[in-house]
C-alpha cells in the first residue's frame, strides 16, 4: 500500500541523546491524523462502498448497482452466477504549513460473488472498504537539538481501516417489487508506524544519507472488530421509473490493541435513497441520497471527532459508441458530501487549535464494454474530488471487472 524509507543507523553522540530522546517524545505524541490528508482524518477516509457502475456517477446509482454491496435489493441485477473485482488507485495533494504533499493509494473497494437461485432470488459474498486509513507523509524540519542546529524527517505512515464483510440475499416478490437483507461483520486493521530521522545535512539537496545518528521509530496495530443489518427494496411504481431504499443498523463495534479492548462504539447507521427515470432506451438519469451516522464511532476519538454526513449526487447513464464492434456504455455525474471526520484548520506549536468537517465536491466519468460474448463486462472510470480543507484534491481512476459464465 505504502513504502516507508529505511535509514541505516550508526552510531549517537552521547552528548545528544537526552535531546534526541526529548524531540522524538514530542514527534510522536502529536495526533496520528494531523499526519494524513484532510480526508483521512480520524479512522479513515469513508470510500462510499461503490461499485462500478456507481462509481463513474460518483453515487447517482449506488442504490440500483448489483456490485454495490449497500443496498441487498440490487443483488437481482445478477441473472447469472458472477464473480466482481475493483482497482482504484487515488492520487492525492495536499497543502500542509506551505508546504505540498503527495500520496497515492492503492486501493481494492470492491470484490464480491453472486449466485442466483432459480429465476427470483440471488445471494451473494461481499468484501468492500468502510474507512481507509492508509496515507504517508515525509515532513523536513529544521529545529534545535541540544546545542545543534539540525535537520529532522518525520516519516508517519498509516495502513488499514475498517473493512465490511457482507452475506446478502434478495427475492423478487413480483413486478414492481424486490426485496433484500444483510448481515455484515466490520472487521480491520490499523497499522500506524513513525520514524524520526537526525541529520547535519539537508535531506531534499543530498542523495548520501547520513548514518552518524541513529533513527527513532514506534509503530501500532490497532484491530476492530463489529457487526450490522441491513434490508434494501427496490420499487417500480411505473414503467421506466424505478425507486430505491436500504438503510444498515449498526452493532458494537470493538478496539482492540494487542488483545486488549481500548474501547467499544458503535457501528453507523446509514439510510440510502434513490431514484431512476429511464429517458429513452437504456438512457437513465438517476439521483440519490445518503446518511451516515458517523457519530457513533466517537468512543474511539480524541481529537479529531466523527460527525454525521449528508451525500447528495445525480448521473447519468447512456449508450455510448461503438468501438472494435462492442457497444460501450458511457456515466457521469456530480457529488457533494461532507466526509466523516473533522480536519485541524489551524495549529499552535504543533498542536491543532481548531476543527472543521471536510466537505468533498466530486466530479465522475466511466465507460464500460461487454467482452467474451457478453460474459465479462470491464468498466473504467475516473473521480476528481476538491475537498475543503487544505486545498485537498484527489484524482481516482478504478477498472472494474465482472464476470458472469
Request: aromatic share 8%.
Amino acid at each position: 500500500m505504502f513504502t516507508s524509507s529505511n535509514v541505516p543507523g550508526g552510531r549517537v553522540r552521547a552528548a545528544l541523546i537526552p535531546a534526541s530522546l526529548a524531540l522524538f517524545a514530542i514527534a510522536v505524541a502529536r495526533p496520528a491524523g494531523a499526519q494524513g490528508t484532510a480526508a483521512s482524518q480520524g479512522f479513515g477516509y469513508p470510500t462510499a462502498q461503490l461499485g462500478s457502475r456507481a462509481a463513474a456517477s460518483v453515487g447517482a446509482f449506488t442504490e440500483f448497482d448489483e456490485t454495490t454491496p449497500l443496498n441487498p435489493a440490487a443483488l437481482l441485477g445478477w441473472r447469472n452466477a458472477g464473480l466482481h473485482f475493483q482497482y482504484e488507485p487515488e492520487f492525492r495533494t495536499t497543502e500542509a504549513g506551505g508546504s505540498t504533499i503527495r500520496t497515492a493509494i492503492n486501493r481494492v473497494p470492491v470484490v464480491l460473488a453472486a449466485l442466483p437461485i432459480g429465476s427470483r432470488a440471488v445471494v451473494a459474498l461481499s468484501l468492500s472498504s468502510l474507512l481507509d486509513r492508509t496515507w504517508s507523509t515525509d515532513v523536513v524540519d529544521r529545529r534545535l537539538v541540544g546545542a545543534e542546529s539540525l535537520y529532522v524527517t518525520e516519516i508517519s505512515s498509516s495502513d488499514g481501516g475498517m473493512n465490511d464483510i457482507r452475506v446478502a440475499g434478495a427475492f423478487r416478490v413480483g413486478s414492481w417489487l424486490d426485496l433484500g437483507i444483510g448481515a455484515h461483520a466490520i472487521v480491520g486493521l490499523d497499522r500506524f508506524n513513525q520514524t524520526v530521522l537526525l541529520s547535519r545535512t539537508d535531506p531534499r539537496t543530498t542523495a548520501t544519507a547520513s548514518t552518524e545518528f541513529s533513527p527513532y521509530g514506534q509503530s501500532a496495530d490497532i484491530r476492530f472488530s463489529g457487526s450490522a443489518l441491513s434490508l434494501g427494496a427496490a420499487i417500480r411504481p411505473y414503467r421506466g421509473v424505478s425507486l430505491a431504499l436500504s438503510a444498515r443498523r449498526g452493532e458494537s463495534v470493538k478496539l482492540t490493541r494487542r488483545d486488549t479492548a481500548l474501547a467499544t462504539a458503535r457501528v453507523p447507521d446509514r439510510v440510502g435513497v434513490g431514484l431512476a427515470w429511464e429517458l429513452a432506451p437504456r438512457t437513465i438519469v438517476a439521483g440519490g441520497a445518503d446518511w451516515t451516522g458517523w457519530s457513533s464511532l466517537a468512543a474511539f476519538s480524541t481529537r479529531s471527532k466523527p460527525q454525521d454526513a449528508l451525500g447528495l449526487s445525480i448521473g447519468i447513464e447512456t449508450p455510448g459508441p461503438r468501438f472494435a464492434g462492442r457497444a460501450l456504455t458511457v456515466r457521469g455525474g456530480f457529488r457533494h458530501r461532507a466526509l466523516a471526520y473533522d480536519a485541524p484548520t489551524a495549529m499552535t506549536a504543533g498542536v491543532p487549535t481548531s476543527f472543521e468537517q471536510v466537505r468533498e465536491n466530486s466530479i465522475g466519468l466511466g465507460l464500460s464494454a461487454p467482452f467474451a460474448y457478453d460474459r465479462a463486462l470491464i468498466q473504467v472510470y475516473g473521480q476528481r474530488a476538491l475537498r475543503s480543507v487544505a486545498a485537498e484534491k484527489s484524482f481516482t481512476i478504478g477498472v472494474g471487472v465482472s464476470i458472469r459464465p
